[in-house]
Protein backbone atom coordinates (compact mmCIF):
# COMPACT_ATOMS: atom_id res chain seq x y z
CA UNK A 1 0.00 0.00 0.00
CA UNK A 2 1.27 3.30 -1.14
CA UNK A 3 1.77 6.24 1.20
CA UNK A 4 -1.06 8.38 0.12
CA UNK A 5 -3.20 5.79 0.41
CA UNK A 6 -2.39 4.82 3.52
CA UNK A 7 -3.33 8.54 4.56
CA UNK A 8 -6.58 8.53 2.49
CA UNK A 9 -7.48 5.58 4.71
CA UNK A 10 -6.97 7.20 7.94
CA UNK A 11 -8.68 10.15 7.72
CA UNK A 12 -11.35 7.53 6.72
CA UNK A 13 -11.57 6.19 9.31
CA UNK A 14 -10.70 10.22 11.71
CA UNK A 15 -14.23 11.43 9.62
CA UNK A 16 -16.14 8.09 10.69
CA UNK A 17 -15.52 8.45 13.85
CA UNK A 18 -16.36 12.38 14.33
CA UNK A 19 -19.69 11.10 12.49
CA UNK A 20 -20.49 8.91 15.08
CA UNK A 21 -19.84 11.25 17.91
CA UNK A 22 -22.02 13.97 16.17
CA UNK A 23 -24.86 11.74 15.57
CA UNK A 24 -24.67 11.09 19.34
CA UNK A 25 -25.04 14.44 20.42
CA UNK A 26 -28.04 15.36 18.07
CA UNK A 27 -30.35 12.29 18.46
CA UNK A 28 -30.71 9.71 21.11
CA UNK A 29 -29.50 6.16 20.56
CA UNK A 30 -30.85 3.49 23.05
CA UNK A 31 -30.48 0.15 23.35
CA UNK A 32 -33.81 -1.18 22.77
CA UNK A 33 -37.40 -0.47 20.61
CA UNK A 34 -41.04 -0.16 21.32
CA UNK A 35 -42.87 -3.60 20.28
CA UNK A 36 -45.77 -1.73 19.55
CA UNK A 37 -46.27 -1.99 15.81
CA UNK A 38 -45.43 0.81 13.77
CA UNK A 39 -43.44 2.57 16.52
CA UNK A 40 -39.83 3.80 16.42
CA UNK A 41 -39.38 5.06 19.81
CA UNK A 42 -36.58 4.04 22.33
CA UNK A 43 -37.71 2.19 25.38
CA UNK A 44 -34.80 2.41 27.83
CA UNK A 45 -35.50 2.17 31.04
CA UNK A 46 -33.61 5.01 31.32
CA UNK A 47 -35.73 7.19 29.35
CA UNK A 48 -39.59 5.86 30.93
CA UNK A 49 -39.37 2.52 28.97
CA UNK A 50 -40.78 -0.40 30.51
CA UNK A 51 -41.12 -4.13 30.03
CA UNK A 52 -44.60 -5.96 30.39
CA UNK A 53 -46.15 -9.28 29.94
CA UNK A 54 -47.05 -10.16 26.31
CA UNK A 55 -50.60 -10.93 27.44
CA UNK A 56 -50.83 -7.34 29.05
CA UNK A 57 -49.80 -5.40 25.99
CA UNK A 58 -51.87 -7.85 23.50
CA UNK A 59 -55.22 -7.00 25.70
CA UNK A 60 -54.57 -3.26 24.63
CA UNK A 61 -52.98 -3.81 21.04
CA UNK A 62 -53.78 -7.08 19.66
CA UNK A 63 -51.69 -10.02 18.70
CA UNK A 64 -51.33 -7.73 15.07
CA UNK A 65 -50.24 -4.27 17.25
CA UNK A 66 -47.09 -6.47 18.29
CA UNK A 67 -44.03 -6.54 16.60
CA UNK A 68 -42.59 -8.87 19.01
CA UNK A 69 -43.85 -12.02 20.03
CA UNK A 70 -41.60 -13.35 23.05
CA UNK A 71 -43.02 -13.58 26.53
CA UNK A 72 -41.89 -9.69 27.53
CA UNK A 73 -42.48 -7.21 25.42
CA UNK A 74 -41.17 -3.65 25.61
CA UNK A 75 -42.69 -0.64 25.60
CA UNK A 76 -41.77 3.09 24.99
CA UNK A 77 -42.84 5.94 27.68
CA UNK A 78 -45.88 6.49 25.84
CA UNK A 79 -47.08 3.48 24.70
CA UNK A 80 -46.94 2.41 28.53
CA UNK A 81 -48.86 5.44 29.42
CA UNK A 82 -51.40 4.49 26.46
CA UNK A 83 -51.35 0.84 28.22
CA UNK A 84 -52.26 1.93 31.75
CA UNK A 85 -54.63 3.92 30.75
CA UNK A 86 -56.38 0.95 28.77
CA UNK A 87 -56.61 -0.66 31.56
CA UNK A 88 -57.58 1.56 34.16
CA UNK A 89 -60.73 1.86 31.88
CA UNK A 90 -61.32 -1.36 32.21
CA UNK A 91 -61.03 -3.09 35.93
CA UNK A 92 -61.28 -6.54 35.18
CA UNK A 93 -58.27 -6.75 33.17
CA UNK A 94 -56.25 -6.54 35.90
CA UNK A 95 -57.04 -9.66 37.12
ZN1 LIG B 1 -44.06 2.91 21.44
Known sequence: ??????A????????AKAGTDNKIKEE???ETKCD???C?????KKIG???KAYEWAVDVWGDNGISNDSR?????????KVGKKHKKDDPDAWS
Do not use: P, Q
Open 28 to 30: YVG
Open 8 to 15: RKKRDAAA
Open 49 to 51: GRR
Open 36 to 38: VAG
Open 72 to 80: RVTLCKTHY
Open 1 to 6: MGFKAK
Open 40 to 44: SNWAD
